[in-house]
């Protein structure tokens, strides 16, 4: 048979299918009955977006629908300017809107990368941040994950380097286990030539008092130099923003390219965030009811297992070692009304394929309840 250029993709699909990692777009099952325990709508606002609709277009009768250009180019400005300064005023730093958490993290990472500068990564980093030191290709080192002796050793490699940035998530997407950052910016006063980078993404909306992330919790805002943090996930909306020194802002808005030849994100887009995080800021009672719902979910999975969970957050995985396995415990848990994503290859490594839930401020005690003893049978 003649061969076509497309043969190799074909095998690589076949690949896939042989390894039980090949990926469909599953179907939309928004109206349907059932637990979800796929989506990163921590605290409900999502699925209840109806319900502010008719409030947001009295609010915001005029955001159009389209920017028509990117944020250097655009005339539509007003609705993004104002994000960034309800942001800059709670993280008392600059803010810069980016059209997504991957597009954040490529450009920051790409615009970094100049010489002179190394990237101390923790090992479990998000793939948009890998991607950000691929494309840019950058110098960098990494560190065992969460310990910051092994970070130490590196700081200490490289004391003479201009810029060690050390970059890192607050709460992890696939582990749930959360960084210490207390100790990471007391660590980072012993260094003159370091650039803290913590990506909030699962943390901005469901920790600390105002739901700002961990930094907040953990009082080290004025530390961290540069915090990324998402729309997409508690804040229900999309895009996402850094917060930073007024210098970085100039530099990333001059130098990001992500930033730079992209469109910006539409003028309703950025106005409906900021009306989502209007609501989040005075979720705090919602905040404390995820973290106990999540605690006793860890407590139940730990009991199912008889291991310990390292998850301290809504994120709890439970670790079953196996594509087949993963796949298998997802579509058992599925027809008993519970959706949980089986996560495999490449966004875990090989051995590490787990069912993922991620919890919501909108569960009840009872559901959580229901969910354990649904795996228990499943198990
Ligand atoms: C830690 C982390 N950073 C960044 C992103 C990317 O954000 P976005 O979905 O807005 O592109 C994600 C996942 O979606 C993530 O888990």
């Given at each position: ?40 709508d921590?605290m409900?606002l999502g699925a209840?977006w ?181 729309l997409g996930k508690a804040a229900a909306s ?34 409906w965030?900021?009306?989502m ?103």
């Amino acid at each position: 048979m003649a061969m076509t250029p497309f043969d190799e993709y074909r095998k690589i699909l076949e690949k896939f299918d042989a390894e039980n990692r090949l990926r469909n777009i599953p179907q939309d099952r928004t109206d349907l009955p059932g637990i979800d325990l796929t989506s990163n709508d921590y605290m409900g606002l999502g699925a209840r977006w109806k319900e502010y609709r008719d409030e947001f277009f009295l609010k915001f009768p005029h955001a159009s629908f389209s920017s028509s250009a990117s944020r250097l180019l655009s005339q539509r400005q007003d609705a993004h300017v104002h994000l960034e300064n309800l942001l800059a005023g709670l993280y008392r730093k600059e803010s810069l809107l980016f059209n997504s958490g991957y597009h954040a993290n490529v450009g920051i990472i790409q615009a970094l990368a100049i010489p002179g500068t190394i990237f101390l990564c923790d090992k479990l980093i998000h793939a948009s941040m890998i991607d950000g030191l691929m494309l840019a290709k950058a110098d960098y080192q990494r560190w065992r994950h969460n310990d910051l002796s092994s970070l130490r050793k590196l700081l200490d490699k490289y004391k003479s380097m201009e810029r060690c940035v050390v970059m890192l998530e607050s709460v992890y997407s696939m582990d749930g286990d959360t960084a210490p950052l207390r100790e990471l910016a007391d660590l980072k006063k012993e260094y003159h030539n370091v650039i803290l980078y913590v990506d909030e993404a699962h943390a901005f909306g469901t920790r600390g008092r105002f739901g700002l992330g961990l930094g907040e919790e953990t009082g080290v805002i004025d530390e961290i130099d540069i915090i990324v943090g998402t729309l997409g996930k508690a804040a229900a909306s999309a895009g996402a923003f850094v917060s930073t020194h007024e210098l970085l802002k100039s530099y990333f808005l001059n130098s990001s390219r992500s930033f730079i030849f992209s469109t910006a994100l539409p003028p309703v887009n950025a106005a409906w965030s900021e009306h989502m995080i209007l609501k989040l800021l005075t979720m705090d009672k919602e905040r404390e009811h995820l973290i106990e719902i999540s605690d006793k979910f860890r407590s139940g999975i730990e009991e199912i297992t008889g291991q310990p969970n390292n998850s301290r957050s809504h994120i709890v995985p439970l670790i079953v070692g196996d594509a087949h396995k993963a796949m298998q415990t997802a579509s058992k848990l599925s027809l008993k009304g519970i959706d949980a994503l089986p996560i495999r290859r490449p966004t875990v490594p090989q051995g590490g394929e787990r069912i993922r839930f991620s919890l919501s401020a909108e569960m009840t005690e009872d559901t959580v309840e229901y969910i354990l003893k649904t795996l228990k049978e499943v198990i």
